[in-house]
Nanobody, 123 residues
Framework: QVQLVESGGGLVQPGGSLRLACAAS????????MAWFRQAPGKEREFVAR????????YYTDSVKGRFTISRDNAKNTMDLQMNSLKPEDTAVYYC????????????????WGQGTQVTVSS
């Protein structure tokens, strides 16, 4: 059974940084599309960033481009999300997810999800 566990959330002031981590277990890490999503209170879960299946390409939603960076370590089965220049509108529960599809588009295309980690950006 695949298990994804996020960590690293917390409270940070606007302009600050946080680094989230996602640890995967239960299968080989490198053969799936790995992504980060987030869900703010009262809003739908939204895509943040992901790797291509090969891991050679990355994709970001426009609102985080230039501020967030995803990275992965296949040997350690981990994926990180470095978040810089955080804004109050980045406040959300952040989830890592895994898809067996080549180019997943919606949340329904992802097969496994972590439990989420809360990120709060506030002064």
């Amino acid at each position: 059974q695949v298990q994804l566990v996020e960590s690293g959330g917390g409270l940070v002031q606007p302009g600050g940084s946080l680094r989230l981590a996602c640890a995967a277990s239960g299968r080989t890490f490198g053969s799936y599309v790995m992504a980060w999503f987030r869900q703010a209170p009262g809003k739908e879960r939204e895509f943040v960033a992901r790797f291509s299946r090969s891991g050679s390409s990355t994709y970001y939603t426009d609102s985080v481009k230039g501020r967030f960076t995803i990275s992965r370590d296949n040997a350690k089965n981990t994926m990180d999300l470095q978040m810089n220049s955080l804004k109050p509108e980045d406040t959300a529960v952040y989830y890592c997810a895994e898809s067996r599809l080549l180019q997943p588009v919606t949340t329904t295309h992802y097969d496994y999800w972590g439990q989420g980690t809360q990120v709060t950006v506030s002064s």
